[in-house]
């Protein structure tokens, strides 16, 4: 067996890049798509449930795909520096693919907003890391004011290079399931990722690849849903902080995918949110951070609303990999259990 190269190399013809690209990779991709039959039977019985799992990308999250292609176009233009704007999961990419190429990254963060993991991450890897007083719109607008600039390459999903790598997502389903879904279901932030998707469906479909294009559902926070609601959040809210976004850049692009699709974009609250996280974590063994669970939360209000045709195949995907936030799960767990340290006690507490 070849071994995986990493997206670039793997999907190189549906790619902008050319024999004189200088790749930067981590190997990405080749991510697990699971399928769920124990969460199916509790949450929509009859549908053919699949999970891609993103977070089994190297730096823990969908964006590696994305920023592989964009730091590799950013050595090929000879831009000095990386820089972005970040929920937290861009940065960990930016950093550490930052990190590979050999150039300096720089990454603005919304003070105090951000998952741990994460700006670990960030910081691991050597990035410069500068919290703003504000929030993840505030810190975009400055980081494009920054850009205009040649010598930094902004890498942030407006990156199109990045919407470019992502796409190949949705060409590893189609490779994974031997077609196309009926359905494909996304949390949505900048909504970067369901514009990539659709156009990595739509262009295996062209190239015969598929004989079918998924309807591309997704679904925002309730705190944070300016796309549902039709008008800018000024002060997102929401537990899923990689989704905490009033301002989506690719709001435009988003909408046309739905549209072209036949999807819906709609909107799920925390404590479905919550309750879908717990749940793929107990049913299917998966640990995803909360903004992934957004898609199940998704298939959960889908199948309430008859919206899910029996016998469909249905594919979440988790964008994020749990651990980057441990707090959020520690914060709806209950603690340990401790006893001492007997044969008897242990027992006394054990319950079939
Ligand atoms: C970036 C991110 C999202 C949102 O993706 P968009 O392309 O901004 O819509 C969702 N979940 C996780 C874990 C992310 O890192």
Redo the contacts with the bound molecule.
């Keep these: 067996m070849i071994p995986w190269r990493g997206v670039i190399e793997e999907y190189r013809k549906f790619l902008p890049v050319s024999d004189s690209t200088p790749i930067v990779s981590l190997q990405e991709g080749n991510t697990p798509l699971v399928q769920a039959k124990r969460l199916a039977q509790r949450i929509c019985p009859g549908i053919d449930l699949y999970l891609k799992i993103?977070g089994a990308n190297p730096t823990g999250?969908?964006?590696d795909r994305g920023m592989t292609l964009a730091v590799s176009k950013t050595l090929e233009k000879k831009a000095r520096a990386v820089m972005c704007a970040s929920?937290?999961?861009?940065s960990a990419a930016a950093a550490a693919y930052g990190a590979k190429a050999g150039i300096p990254v720089y990454v603005l963060i919304p003070a105090g907003n951000i998952a741990l993991g994460k700006l670990t991450q960030a910081i691991m890897h050597g990035a410069k890391v500068i919290q703003i007083e504000g929030n993840f719109d505030q810190a975009l607008n400055i980081v494009k004011e920054l850009c205009r600039d040649d010598e930094f390459e902004l890498v942030n999903?407006i990156n199109p290079f990045r919407l470019e790598g992502?796409k190949t997502a949705a060409m590893e389903v189609c490779d994974q399931l031997g077609k196309a879904p009926t359905v494909h279901v996304?949390?949505?932030?900048?909504?970067?990722?369901?514009?990539?998707y659709w156009k990595g469906y739509q262009e295996y479909y062209a190239a015969g690849q598929v004989r079918s294009v998924p309807k591309m559902m997704g679904f925002q926070a309730e705190g944070a849903a300016p796309i549902v609601r039709g008008h800018v959040i000024e002060h997102p809210t929401t537990v899923?902080s990689?989704?905490r976004?009033g301002n989506?850049a690719?709001w435009q692009l988003a909408m046309n995918a739905v549209q072209e699709s036949d999807g819906l974009i709609n909107m799920v609250t925390d404590d479905e949110i919550l309750e879908a996280y717990r749940m793929v974590a107990r049913e299917e063994g998966i640990f995803c951070?909360p903004?992934?669970a957004a898609s199940v939360a998704g298939v959960m209000k889908l199948q309430a609303a008859n919206q899910l045709l029996d016998g469909a195949t249905v594919v979440c995907t988790l964008?994020?990999h749990g651990l980057k936030d441990p707090d959020t799960a520690m914060n709806i767990s209950a603690q340990p259990l401790t006893v001492r340290a007997t044969r008897e006690e242990v027992a006394a507490v054990l319950s079939l």
């Design positions: 993103e999250s969908f964006k929920t937290g999961n861009t999903s992502q996304l949390p949505v932030g900048n909504a970067g990722n369901i514009t990539a899923a990689a989704i976004i989506p690719s951070e903004a992934s964008t994020g």
